[in-house]
């Protein structure tokens, strides 16, 4: 099978942030059994060694670079005219700042020269490339990585929105542009039950596929002890919106608060391009803003406790899967254990819940003085991970999507 993958995020390499997790592991796999051409676009911190090391793992890499504005004032100008263009044809800012003529020329002259057999969109972002005449020729996949409507609802409903007027009025805007491009496709594929929900709303008569995100067990192994003490870990990249909201909320409103208890807590901060408001965080007690690292899970593999405070962000966080796959106990929000069964009615334990800063320091402090519930967590976790959450698994889902449109059947 000849598929033609769309992913205006450079995927490589896959520790770059969420989007590029996904895409990367499920193109490595497919790209085993079937011929793979992606079509991607150039970051400015993209190098020539990861554009050769990406190279090896498709057929074919179409790079083009991402559209660039000139001046600041053109960029002020342009974000304008964006918001405009969303008021009056729905497509939001965040997909016009990517579009690229160009690469829309070089995808239109592939799928009607007939080169392919399905086209992927690696992330809704990328929807704009396929035309809705596109399902006459070939299968077309949107894969959801979340939902936009249901992202910018849930920032309003938890006042983290970083221009709430603005969100207001783009919300019914975006349910509009939600429900508007999943027409195009012949198949939908989203990472948990509740995108689900929110897009067969939208699209009742839509074919919509629930595959959750992957780990890769190899790069996090399961680590061999528990190192005890009091040392807290975020990991995720620090330019996300959601990720700096949680870090923040967590460094301002729970840590000090453990640290009246245990006065030695550490909360190491981990993952790329903080911003200068993470930054700050250093100047707190007990605070380590690292920035991108080298070895994710060996950072991991030294905490005593792994904290995912989301308060935003809809699908399935890898942050939280990939604790657990290195043997690290979760501390995590509703948001940060979306999809994930991991306090069943049968009494198995594999992470504790926390959403308010009170319930935050009961399960952290739970889990600093009590090592068996560690080791529990710990195990739990592990399995759940093997069991139902490998890119392995995953990608055969994929697969068959591609194949027949049902990875169910």
Same mark, same amino acid.
């Given at each position: 099978?000849?598929?033609?993958?769309?992913?205006?995020? &450079?995927?490589?390499?896959?520790?770059?942030?969420?989007?590029?997790? =996904?895409?990367f592991?499920?193109?490595?796999?497919?790209?085993?059994?079937?011929?793979i051409?992606?079509?991607?676009q150039?970051?400015?911190?993209?190098?020539?060694?990861?554009?050769?090391?990406? =190279?090896?793992?498709?057929?074919?890499?179409?790079? &083009?670079?991402?559209?660039?504005?000139?001046?600041?004032?053109s960029?002020?100008?342009?974000?304008?005219?964006r &918001?405009?263009?969303?008021v009056?044809?729905?497509?939001?800012?965040?997909?016009?700042? =990517?579009? /690229?003529?160009?690469?829309?020329?070089?995808?239109?002259?592939f799928?009607e020269?007939?080169?392919?057999?399905?086209?992927?969109?690696?992330?809704?972002?990328?929807?704009?490339?396929?035309?809705?005449?596109?399902?006459?020729?070939?299968?077309?996949?949107?894969?959801?990585?979340?939902?936009?409507?249901?992202?910018c609802?849930?920032?309003?409903?938890?006042?983290?929105?970083?221009n709430?007027?603005?969100?207001?009025?783009?919300?019914?805007?975006?349910?509009?542009?939600?429900?508007n491009?999943? /027409?195009?496709?012949?198949?939908? !594929?989203?990472t948990?039950?509740?995108d689900?929900?929110?897009?067969?709303?939208f699209?009742?008569?839509?074919?919509?596929?629930?595959?959750?995100?992957?780990?890769?067990?190899?790069?996090? /192994?399961? =680590?061999t002890?528990?190192?005890?003490?009091h040392?807290?870990?975020?990991?995720?990249?620090? @330019?996300?919106?959601?990720?700096? @909201?949680a870090?923040?909320?967590?460094?301002?409103?729970?840590?000090p608060?453990?640290?009246?208890?245990?006065? @030695?807590?550490?909360?190491?901060?981990?993952?790329?391009?903080p911003?200068?408001?993470v930054?700050?965080?250093?100047?707190?007690?007990?605070?380590? !803003?690292?920035?991108?690292?080298? /070895?994710?899970?060996?950072?991991?593999?030294?905490?005593?406790?792994?904290?995912v405070?989301?308060?935003?962000?809809?699908?399935?966080?890898?942050?939280?899967?990939?604790?657990?796959?290195?043997?690290?106990?979760?501390?995590?929000?509703?948001?940060?254990?979306?999809?994930?069964?991991?306090?069943?009615?049968?009494?198995?334990?594999?992470a504790?819940?926390?959403?308010?800063?009170?319930?935050?320091?009961?399960?952290i402090?739970?889990?600093?003085?009590?090592p068996?519930?560690?080791?529990?967590?710990?195990?739990?976790?592990?399995q759940?991970?093997?069991?139902?959450?490998?890119?392995d698994?995953?990608?055969?889902h994929?697969?068959?999507?591609?194949?027949?449109?049902?990875?169910?059947g």
């Open positions: 099978m000849n598929i033609l993958m769309l992913s205006s995020t &450079f995927p490589y390499p896959p520790t770059r942030g969420g989007t590029q997790v =996904r895409t592991n499920l193109l490595k796999h497919l790209s085993q059994r079937h011929t051409t992606l079509v991607t150039r970051e400015g911190d993209v190098t020539d060694a990861e554009l050769a090391e990406l =190279r090896d793992f498709v057929d074919y890499l179409i790079v &083009f670079n991402r559209p660039q504005d000139s001046e600041p004032t960029k002020i100008l342009k974000k304008i005219q &918001f405009g263009t969303f009056q044809q729905g497509t939001p800012p965040s997909v016009l700042n =990517r579009y /690229s003529a160009e690469m829309q020329l070089w995808i239109d002259n799928v020269s007939g080169k392919c057999d399905v086209i992927t969109c690696e992330h809704s972002v990328n929807e704009i490339y396929v035309r809705p005449d596109f399902q006459k020729q070939l299968k077309t996949i949107v894969n959801v990585h979340s939902s936009v409507y249901g992202t609802r849930n920032q309003l409903a938890t006042g983290i929105s970083e709430t007027l603005r969100d207001k009025i783009s919300l019914p805007l975006l349910r509009r542009y939600e429900q491009y999943c /027409s195009k496709f012949s198949a939908i !594929v989203v948990t039950e509740e689900k929900i929110q897009l067969q709303e699209n009742p008569n839509s074919e919509i596929t629930v595959i959750p995100n992957g780990v890769d067990l190899v790069s996090f /192994s399961n =680590r002890n528990d190192p005890g003490g040392r807290l870990i975020f990991i995720g990249a620090m @330019d996300n919106l959601a990720n700096i @909201d870090v923040c909320f967590f460094s301002n409103q729970v840590l608060e453990i640290q009246k208890y245990y006065p @030695d807590t550490t909360f190491d901060i981990v993952g790329s391009r911003v200068a408001e930054l700050a965080l250093k100047e707190k007690p007990g605070i380590n !803003v690292t920035g991108r690292v080298a /070895s994710m899970v060996e950072y991991l593999h030294k905490a005593t406790i792994c904290v405070p989301m308060r935003t962000g809809f699908g399935i966080k890898n942050k939280t899967l990939e604790a657990m796959a290195a043997g690290i106990p979760v501390v995590a929000s509703d948001r940060g254990l979306e999809g994930l069964a991991v306090d069943d009615a049968d009494g198995t334990l594999r504790l819940r926390a959403n308010e800063p009170a319930e935050y320091v009961t399960a402090s739970q889990l600093f003085d009590n068996q519930i560690r080791l529990e967590l710990s195990r739990n976790g592990r759940l991970i093997e069991r139902y959450f490998t890119w698994i995953a990608a055969k994929y697969e068959q999507v591609c194949l027949t449109g049902d990875s169910n």
